[in-house]
Each structure stands twice: as C-alpha cells, then as structure tokens.
C-alpha cells in the first residue's frame, strides 16, 4: 500500500488526474478560441455582412463612368475596401483611394451603408473581378464581376444601298452589346435631323428596344431628293451611316457593269506598247522590202 492505494492502481489515479487536468485545460482553451473567434468573425445578424441583392454582375460602356456598389449591414467600427483581382491591387479603404490611376475614387456618404468604387472613362481591359473586403480576421469578401463593353451600331445592307425611283427606302439600324436600350434614336439626312412632321410626308420611325435594339426608317416614295447619306446615332452608342442612291429605272447592275466595261477598256501604256509594236514591225517590213528590191 502506498499511501493508501495499491501499487497496481498508481498508475491508474495518475492517469486520471492527467486527463482531468488535460481535459480542464482544453476546456478553458476552447471556450477562450471560440470566445476570441467568435469576436474576430462575428455570427450573422451580430456582426457586419453584406447586403446581397445588390447587383453584382455589371455592365459598363467605354468611355463611360461605372460604378460598383457594395452594400455592408451592421459594419461597426470595421473598414470596407475594394480590391482588384487582376493584379492583386488595393484600390481604396474606406473613404480613401490607394492607387495612381486617377480614374478609380472610393465614394461614401456619412451613416450610408453603400461603399462605391467610381470608374471613370471605363476601359476593356478594366474588365474583371472586383471584390468588396470587410477588414475581418480574416477578412469577409464579396465579389463583383463587371465587364466593359462597346456597342456597335450597324445599319444592315452596307455603306450603300440603291434604290428605284418612287419605291419605299426601308432602313433598319441595329445596336448591339448596349449594357440598356438606348435612350432614344436620332435618324439624319445629310447631317440634318429628320423631321417626321415635315411638309414632305411619308416619313415613319419603328424602334423595338430590348437586349438588341432595333430602328426601322421607312420612307414612301422615294425621289432623288432622298438620296443622301442618312445617318443611324443612339444615344448611347456610335452611330452608323448608309448613302442611299436613287435610280431612275436603271439597275445597279447595269451601273457596276458600265464601270467594269470601262475598267476592262485598254489604258494609255498598253495603247503606246501596242504602237511601237506595230511600228517596229512596219520598220522591219520596211527594210526588208528596200533591201531586196536593190538586189
């Protein structure tokens, strides 16, 4: 006996007062982890998280100013910034912009939750991945993808269409890749805007926005006074022009086919290479026949 417990049982009471110490400590660390986690990473509705239904797939123009929107709740006294995927690049913290491109600014109002980051003159390559930290341990992210792009405005039929005289001029101008519908639709003639209520009459505009944006410019009865370059400009895009000919009666084949019977015509250098060809040949002839009748 040893103190009053056996030798055999020793070994048994020194483990379980080790596992009891162990499991005291380990218990004290736990609860002080999860006391310490749950202050650095708060639970939702406790702590700063962010506002979802805020859109985050946009869409910019080039040349145009774009804004990103990050809508924090609950933030306290923790700091938003945004950051570059790309390159890895710090923008902005809080209120403040980290980089030399002076097209990037942080914007935020005062007791907002809205933590913008301003693009201005959007450029292609400004594309990508944008992600809204909260300075967490570690920090919270959310990303915002935005992708720039450049409308094209094009008026279907080419750069020339030919028309009969007294027939209908049906143009349709077709904008793409706009990130919404233009605005409004401004048609030309000859770079003067076209009144629909002029004297002339006739004259009738159908635009169907959405996703791909059309406008359809019909005009009845078309004379030579029609004829023209007449120019397709949204509002929010580069605008697009077509020069409209008016036949009387002649087929534009007949036109092309004209100019290529021109162009198929002999030229002033075959015209002086044929000359002196036949010129050499007569010299010759010639001297043949002078030398022959002096024999």
């Known amino acids: 006996m040893v103190n009053g417990v056996a030798p055999t049982m020793a070994p048994c009471v020194l483990g379980l007062l080790l596992l009891a110490f162990n499991t005291g400590s380990l218990a004290t660390g736990s609860r002080r982890f999860l006391t310490d986690f749950l202050q650095e990473w708060p639970t939702p509705g406790t702590g700063p998280y962010f506002d979802t239904s805020v859109p985050s ?27 570059r995927h790309r390159d890895i690049h710090l923008l902005t913290v809080g209120r403040y912009t980290y980089t030399s491109d ?44 935005l992708n720039v792009v450049e409308p094209i ?13 007294d027939s209908t001029i049906n143009l349709t101008c077709v ?25 002339r009459g006739g004259i009738s ?28 400009a949204p ?10 000919h008016i036949l009387n009666g002649e087929h534009p084949a007949a036109m092309h ?26 010299w010759k002839w010639d001297c043949w026949r002078h030398s022959h009748l002096h024999i």
């Open 57 to 83: 797939n946009i869409t910019g123009l080039v040349g145009k100013t774009v804004h990103l929107v990050c809508k924090v709740k609950n933030l306290g006294n923790r700091t938003v910034s945004w950051v």
């Open 102 to 145: 002076q097209r990037f600014e942080a914007m935020h109002s005062p007791h907002a939750e809205e933590w913008t980051l301003r693009i201005r003159y959007a450029q292609r390559k400004d594309s990508g991945i944008y992600e809204c930290q909260i300075s967490t341990t570690p920090p919270m992210g959310h990303p915002v993808f």
């Open 235 to 244: 509002s929010n895009a580069n605008p697009s022009s077509v020069r409209v």
């Open 205 to 232: 505009l159908v635009t169907e926005k959405g996703p791909l944006t059309t406008s359809r410019l019909l005009v009845q009865k078309a004379s030579q006074i029609d004829s023209g370059l007449y120019t397709c």
């Open 175 to 199: 904008v793409r890749y706009a990130p919404e519908p233009p605005p409004a639709m401004i048609w030309s003639h000859n770079r003067e805007v076209i009144n629909f209520d002029s004297p």
């Open 257 to 282: 086919h004209g100019v290529s019977m021109k162009l198929r015509g002999p030229d002033a250098a075959t015209l002086l290479l044929v000359a002196v060809f036949f010129t050499s040949i007569r």
């Open 153 to 165: 405005t094009e008026i279907i039929g080419g750069h020339d269409l030919f028309i009969n005289k």
